[in-house]
């Protein structure tokens, strides 16, 4: 069953904070996050494995509630280049590496 | 290293007719799938490949074929083509958990 990720557009200015979550019915393995710029294929950004984990990348960072099946994604002080359209992944079984992704949330930066 | 590659860029097909779509990687990757990916949607997984010779159906299978003869490239097939297959096609490889994707194939099939 798809992830379900909000919210599904969010306009910011730059350096302001932005939070995405991604919600699931089903009991997760892991949650694995990409962004997408128009026009380009999606890049990974992190996973998340175990339950309560939190990991950072540069200012983006992300947690991991396995007992909520959900996950958050956190982009601080945000910057121009973060513009783009955010995925979640999820995996329901661990090894298997089958992702279910959500729709998406559209992540757009004005200077 | 090219990473992943995806050929076509782009194809126009008519209604009925076939075609195969190459995807090729150079990182020596196990893992290989084929997603789909429609305007204002996620990834939705076609066809996976754990390993050379083997393949498995995704999230949504009907209409397409894969093969994966060699290690490194995996082919997506539609076999008679339908205007609900008009799509970005993505490929992708992983080695355990980071997958990378290809460019794209952009199809349109009127």
């Known amino acids: 069953q798809q992830p379900v990720q909000s919210p599904q557009a969010v306009i910011l200015r730059e350096g302001e904070d932005a939070v995405i979550n991604c919600s699931s019915s089903?009991?997760?393995?892991?949650v694995h996050w990409y962004r997408q710029k128009h026009g380009e294929a999606p890049v990974f950004l992190m996973i998340l494995l175990k339950g309560g984990e939190q990991k950072g990348h540069d200012k983006i960072s992300a947690s991991f509630n396995e007992k909520k099946q959900q996950s958050s994604l956190y982009l601080t002080a945000s910057q121009l280049s973060y513009s783009g359209t955010y995925f979640c992944?999820?995996?329901?079984?661990?090894?298997?590496?089958?992702?279910?992704w959500g729709a998406g949330t559209k992540l757009i930066i004005k200077p | 290293n090219a990473g992943v590659t995806q050929t076509p860029k782009f194809r126009v097909l008519k209604t009925g007719q076939s075609m195969t779509l190459l995807c090729a990687q150079d990182?020596?990757?196990?893992?290989m799938y084929w997603y789909r990916q429609d305007p204002g949607m996620g990834l939705r997984l076609i066809h996976y490949?754990?390993?050379?010779?083997?393949?498995a159906k995704g999230e949504v299978p009907d209409g397409y074929n894969v093969s994966r003869l060699k290690k490194q490239n995996f082919l997506l097939g539609l076999e008679s083509a339908a205007p609900s297959q008009t799509s970005v096609y993505f490929c992708?490889?992983?080695?355990?958990?980071?997958?990378?994707f290809g460019p794209g194939t952009r199809l349109t099939v009127t």
């Open positions: 992708a490889s992983s080695y355990l958990t980071e997958q990378y």
């Open positions: 089903k009991a997760l393995y892991s």
């Open positions: 992944g999820t995996e329901e079984g661990g090894g298997n590496y089958q992702l279910i």
């Open positions: 990182m020596n990757h196990e893992y």
């Open positions: 490949s754990v390993g050379e010779g083997t393949t």
